[in-house]
């Protein structure tokens, strides 16, 4: 009988320990996960902005793809919510409570099944040198049951910093395909209607190309600025050579005018005019590492359809969209003419 009160007794002195020690565990958890994404911080931020968004990349979401959601009227910025119902996911709701564009996003997280608890997520997002830092981070209270279930089946960041981890490389891996989306299109044959420009000319590699026309197109729209001169639509590169075997091209970088510009005398930048002309028109929508296949496509679409290349004509690569404005590449546009004939 006495051992018997002396075990009751080393058990009820284990419980008591027990409760203790799980009593002064931590009353708040915290922590984050981070991953650079080589992309533009706007196209991360809008990606994880729109909650309608995040099936695409949701670790917790790619556990029930079936799982109810329920998307608030809205779903984006301040306010912007969402809720969920599924036998895995349980049930919940979560909504922006504030957010600071390109830069962070505060946000409130409530489960109700399979238990009832509150907490926050944080994201930031920071542009590195290799694209943006993003950041997500999670941290809330511990109440006495929260942190009973934590002492035997480990902190809340061992059971869901791996689903954290998981998230930022599905975000990850859609930004990269989104990015990368392309199309061409043969627009077919037009009429360009010519008009004043601006331009600069120079030759160089065909490898050193890019480098040179970010150069010299910010040089003659700072020309056109500073000269208050009015921009007739969209810059655009005028190739005059393309001479792939010693990767040598001959091109001019150009700016459109509403009329007549008498440059600065002795300057690099010249005036130029082009006549109407008929002309291939090709579209590409995409990043302009597709601009070699976009070529590609309509020079061979010209002999296909019995087409010939003036010797003097234009060869014109416009740039419709601003990658200032329109940050990700997958919704750059440019318009390719090609000045074209019919064979005598």
Known sequence: MKALKYILFLILIAIIGLAIYIAVQPNEFSFNRSKIIKAPVSVVFNKVNDFKNWPDFSPWIEQEPTATLIFGDTTSGTNGNYA???????EG???NLSVVIDQSINQYITFIKPFKS?????????????????TCGMNGKQDFMTKMY?????????????????????LDSIIQVDMSRYSIKINGITQHGGGYYLYNTTSCKISELNTKMQEMMTTIINYASEHHIKMAGAPFANYIKWDEENNAVIFSSC???TEKVI???NSD????????FNALKTTLKGDYKNLKEAWETAMNYIPENNLEIPND???????STDPMETPNPADWITEIYIAVKRPQ
């Open 84 to 90: 969920w119902k599924g036998d895995i996911l349980g």
């Open 93 to 95: 709701s979560m909504k």
């Open 118 to 134: 509150e907490s926050e997520i944080n994201w930031t997002f920071e542009t590195s040198e290799e694209g943006t830092k993003v």
């Open 150 to 170: 934590t002492t035997f089946a480990g902190s809340i960041e061992e059971n869901t910093a791996p689903d954290f981890d998981r998230g930022l490389y599905k």
């Open 255 to 257: 700016l459109p005018t």
């Open 263 to 265: 440059t600065v005398p």
């Open 269 to 276: 930048i010249l005036t130029g005019q082009f006549l109407p």
């Open 313 to 319: 004509g234009p060869m014109l690569e416009v740039y």
